[in-house]
């Protein structure tokens, strides 16, 4: 079993940047491959961010693209999201998952594992 769990939300004025950091425990995940979805209220859990095991490939999805950067720190067993010029519309819950797999993906439900998720607040 993996456990993961994030950190790093919070308010934050439109413009302006926040870093989330997911760290997982009860095993080391640097051959998982990892991603960030989020969810607004009244709305889908939507794919952010991935990357595969050795960080040498990633995803964004395309709101974000430019905006957003995913990356990992295999010796901590940590996965980042570094997120800039926030919009009203990036408010939402963001979730980090782990894939046993090896195909770096868009889709929910084939990430085996989740966090409880942190809350990201813009104001405009």
């Known amino acids: 079993q993996v456990q993961l769990a994030e950190s790093g939300g919070g308010l934050v004025q439109a413009g302006g940047s926040l870093r989330l950091s997911c760290v997982a425990s009860?095993?080391?995940?640097?051959?998982?491959?990892m991603g960030w979805f989020r969810q607004a209220p009244r709305k889908e859990r939507e794919f952010v961010a991935g990357?595969?095991?050795?960080?040498?490939?990633?995803n964004y999805a395309d709101s974000v693209q430019g905006r957003f950067t995913i990356s990992r720190d295999n010796t901590k067993n940590t996965v980042y999201l570094q997120m800039n010029s926030l919009k009203p519309d990036d408010t939402a819950v963001y979730y980090c998952?782990?894939?046993?797999?090896?195909?770096?993906?868009?889709?929910?439900?084939?990430?085996?594992?989740w966090g409880q998720g942190t809350q990201v607040t813009v104001s405009s």
């Open positions: 998952a782990a894939r046993g797999g090896t195909t770096l993906t868009r889709s929910r439900g084939l990430y085996d594992f």
């Open positions: 009860g095993r080391t995940v640097s051959s998982y491959v």
């Open positions: 990357i595969s095991a050795r960080g040498g490939n990633t």
